[in-house]
């Protein structure tokens, strides 16, 4: 083979095993949302993290979301948890567990927080059929890995629906 052939080749198989690399050793990124369903004209207070990640708080009016976007790490031991707050109550939640969410929500983790507790986004169906209970005892013990490759961003869930999205309880 000719150098140049030789550069080429390794070029072509250089790409090739990025690309095959790419959500097998490497995953995905997640764009997790959480809305908020309080109902009754109430805002949702809320403050995210992981061990690497402060996603800093957050006031969220009826409807409105948050969201953000991580890369889930090798380890399968991603973890973003939260503070969610309103009147007099306040509650945390493990929003993305890497074991636990990956075959729930692959690339798109969306949530509903209502008084209740959390419902994730069951995109098969179009409906928040995955509803947790609040887990406020556990969240400080937490040693899980976060990412350190967040991106966040808040708007008007009205302008970002895609119109079948409906709550499953």
Not at 104 to 113: E, G, N
Not at 136 to 152: F, H, K, L, P
Request: hydrophobic share 35%.
């Amino acid at each position: 083979m000719f150098p140049s052939s030789r550069c080429l080749f390794s070029v072509v198989l250089l790409v090739f095993l990025v690309r095959l690399c790419d959500g097998v050793f490497i995953e995905k990124k997640v764009d997790l949302r959480i809305t908020n369903d309080l109902g009754n004209g109430l805002d949702l207070n809320l403050h995210c993290k992981s061990q690497d990640d402060d996603l800093g708080v957050h006031v969220l009016a009826s409807h409105q979301f948050f969201e953000f976007s991580f890369r889930p790490n090798f380890w399968s031991s991603t973890l973003y948890f939260c503070r969610f707050w309103w009147g007099g109550e306040s509650h945390w939640f493990d929003i993305y567990v890497q074991n636990r969410d990956v075959g729930r929500c692959k690339k798109k983790c969306w949530w509903m927080i209502d008084p209740t507790g959390p419902c994730l986004l069951n995109d098969k169906v179009k409906r928040y059929t995955y509803c947790e209970n609040w887990n406020d005892q556990q969240i400080q013990g937490s040693s899980q890995i976060g990412t350190g490759n967040s991106t966040a961003r808040m708007s008007n869930d009205s302008e970002y629906l895609e119109g079948n999205e409906k709550r499953g309880k």
